[in-house]
């Protein structure tokens, strides 16, 4: 097994000013794109939409995620010190069989917590993938017509830990943490969608620029999970050679990644729940059946990115199946 390199530090990224007004995507913005793999686009969604569901969000965390038998912590929304160092009890194991088989419903590691399960939920689908300001961006990058969104893949929730020193503080950044990976299934477009305000170095989402064209040439496909020879040393180089960058945003800010872009959540050294919802983008093609792709060992039943039947073989144009505005 090759090991993976340390990862540079974070950045705080700084949006250029591309979009224009009455245009969903500007030339400028397909262009950056192209050329970083993200599209950071900010005051996407609807406030009262946003609030909405991280008030329902709440409820399900507190409903499904209780405290660890004899610990003494509780989570209290109203008080910002309790969502320190969280210590839930164990979850429920995945299911070994059916349509939620291999990954647990809700899976909490740490101070992460993702709530798979809800992800089908209809003010989810209706605030992220069926918002019609996120399908119209997803469209004109990806393709006109767009797989049906069935689910995102949930709601990811980072939690702060203890208060720090400034010793610790700077050691956790000289550590840097970071988990940078390419997603599997099926890589077209994904997006990750805040609901509520990501100040820096609060678990905001992390990309390495330009890793998608470095990744994209590291699969024998276009979209499909197709790793070839050259996969981890195309991941070592990223991580060595790329600078990562975080998004810092407010409630309701959208970033657009390249499937193949490398990413990771982000440092998470400050005092706030980062609260996001993901999801994925496929074109409309005939795919799979849940059997295949357990048969290949790629059952992901959160995520709406069901494997191609006939994918394309990566070629030196990785564009060529997607729209990029024209
Ligand atoms: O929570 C995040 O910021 C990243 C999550 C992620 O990359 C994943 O679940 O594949
Ligand atoms: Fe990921």
Known sequence: MSERPVSR???LFKPPELAEKGVSVSNAEIEFFTENGFLFKRNLIDSDASADALDR???SLLDSVPPADGSAWVLIRDDPDSWRSPQWSELPPADTSGPFEGRQR???HGRTVKMHEIGNEEYLLDLVPNNPKIREIARALLADRLKLSERTRGVYALFPTKQLSTEEIQKRINGVSLGPHT???CQQLNVCAYLDDVPPRSGGFTVYPGSHR???QAHRYEANWSPSDSFNDAMREVVSTITPVEFVGKQGDVVFWHGRTVHSA???IG???RWAVFADFTEDREILDADAHRALGLYEWFKDAKLF?????????MWRSWRLGR
């Open 106 to 108: 809700t899976a909490v």
């Open 9 to 11: 530090l974070s950045t």
């Open 271 to 273: 005092d706030t729940i």
């Open 266 to 268: 982000g440092i998470h």
């Open 57 to 59: 969000a709440w409820r």
């Open 309 to 317: 039947r006939n994918d394309v073989e990566v070629s030196d144009d």
């Open 183 to 185: 997603d599997r299934v």
């Open 214 to 216: 470095i990744m994209f």
